[in-house]
């Protein structure tokens, strides 16, 4: 089945300077690649998706970008700020594996100021 | 707030007990998916409906079931509970249900077996 690896498990960054996760998956058959983002106490709220006739997709200080030779995405996030502080998952869905979501096992982002 | 609600927000029980948790998908979407969140074990897709219908199964065990009634909420049994079933349990909506649909996220149900 799916295997989707995400690193750093933990980032520290100023407030201010760059944060990027990356993730990779193990089956080509992906095609869709949603990040999340969960506060404490909170579900995973969907920040951004990339889909795999794409290779880059942006929303304001938000960027995903996606190498399918390579089996691999990444989160950019540009400017930081502390309530950028949060768990970001990364996950992968592919209709061979039954449109589920295979998620990463999460980065814990703190974000300095 | 994404438009998917939950209840309750917290559960405790005892272990052998049997418990049900609700979903109310987004208005307007057909599809509804559980997963189990646990420090181990990460977010794991449990199962998938769309309107009504089962779609998808991930790692759920016997213990449980789910079903998605005509009103399009669904329900998340757990039977037979282990305290290895404490987790937060989340359930998703999607419009209509394909693997590359944005999945919005309740606000989850903490389940505390003791």
């Known amino acids: 089945g799916e295997n989707v690896e995400q690193h750093p498990s933990t980032l520290s960054v100023q407030e201010g300077d760059s944060a990027v996760i990356k993730c990779t998956y193990s089956d080509s058959a992906s095609n869709y690649f949603p990040w999340y983002k969960q506060e404490l106490g909170k579900g995973p709220q969907l920040i951004i998706d990339i889909r795999s006739n794409v290779g880059e997709k942006k929303d304001q200080r938000i960027a995903v970008t996606l190498n399918k030779t390579a089996k691999h995405f990444s989160l950019h996030i540009t400017e930081t700020q502390p309530e950028d502080s949060a768990v970001y998952f990364c996950?992968?869905?592919?209709?061979?594996?039954?449109?589920?979501?295979?998620f990463g096992a999460g980065t814990i982002l703190r974000v300095k100021s | 707030d994404s438009g998917v609600t939950q209840t309750p927000k917290h559960l405790i029980t005892a272990t052998g007990q049997r418990v049900t948790l609700r979903c109310s998908p987004r208005s307007g979407d057909l599809s509804v998916y559980w997963y189990q969140q646990s420090l181990d074990q990460g977010l794991q897709f449990l199962i998938q409906y769309y309107n009504g219908e089962e779609r998808a199964k991930g790692n759920i065990l016997e213990r449980f079931s789910a079903q998605q009634f005509p009103d399009l909420h669904s329900e998340l049994n757990l039977s037979s509970l282990e305290l290895g079933d404490s987790a937060l349990y989340f359930c998703a909506s999607s419009a209509a249900g394909g693997a590359d649909d944005e999945q919005y996220f309740g606000p989850g149900t903490r389940l505390t077996v003791t």
């Open positions: 996950a992968a869905s592919s209709m061979e594996y039954g449109n589920k979501l295979v």
